[in-house]
């Protein structure tokens, strides 16, 4: 039965995957978007995967407006040296790079990352918590095509939704609910 509400629930999400990304959205600085995150399950939908982590996908409208001093601090997370910069790649390479990441994280543990995107708070009611996210756009910029988790003190209660984020952390595991769930634990952040 679980099998069949997950696939359910997958087919619906990829339906409004594909009637968000035809509409476009007319507000300046908006994206109308779906994107796949690595997480807790916490999203529309989840597939679960061979390694036993999670994916799931989530339509959401994401402001990709950014200041200059907030752009200055972005650029600042560049003192950091990394094992993984995900800032630097175009929208084609960053998809695919973090495909790569998300399809195979047992050879990402414990590198360093640098990442670039959208914040997004969702809530899981089977853990009764919130979990953080940072998304990423698709090459036609209509869509987030990713998200990844991630844990650490350097986000604000007050943070809206969407706002754009850059992260500097390693990429870890962690165990919930019988899941092994994939993050970055962050160790400085820009927001």
């Known amino acids: 039965m ?3 509400i997950c696939l359910l629930l997958t087919l619906s999400v990829v339906f409004a995957f594909f009637a968000a990304c035809s509409k476009g959205n007319e507000n300046t600085g908006t994206q109308t978007t779906a994107s796949s995150a690595s997480p807790s399950g916490n999203t529309d939908s989840t597939a679960k995967q061979d390694d036993n982590t999670t994916v799931s996908a989530l339509a959401v409208t994401i402001d990709t407006s950014v200041d200059a001093d907030k752009q200055k601090r972005l650029e600042d997370l560049k003192q950091y ?4 910069d995900l800032t630097t790649l175009n929208t084609t390479m960053l998809q ?3 495909n790569e990441i ?21 809530y899981y009611d089977q853990t009764d ?20 988790e991630f844990m650490g003190d350097c986000v604000p209660e007050d943070i809206e939704q969407y706002t754009t984020i850059g992260l500097v952390g390693t990429f870890d595991f962690y165990e919930e609910l019988g899941q092994t769930y994939f993050y970055i634990n962050v160790e400085h952040c820009v927001v």
């Open 81 to 84: 040296d990394v094992d993984i």
């Open 2 to 4: 679980k099998k069949i």
């Open 129 to 148: 918590k919130y979990y953080d996210y940072v998304l990423g756009y698709d090459q036609t910029m209509c869509c987030a095509a990713w998200g990844i």
């Open 102 to 122: 998300l399809e195979n994280p047992n050879d990402y543990k414990g590198k360093t990352v640098r990442v670039t995107g959208s914040y997004n708070k969702s």
């Open 96 to 98: 695919a790079r973090v």
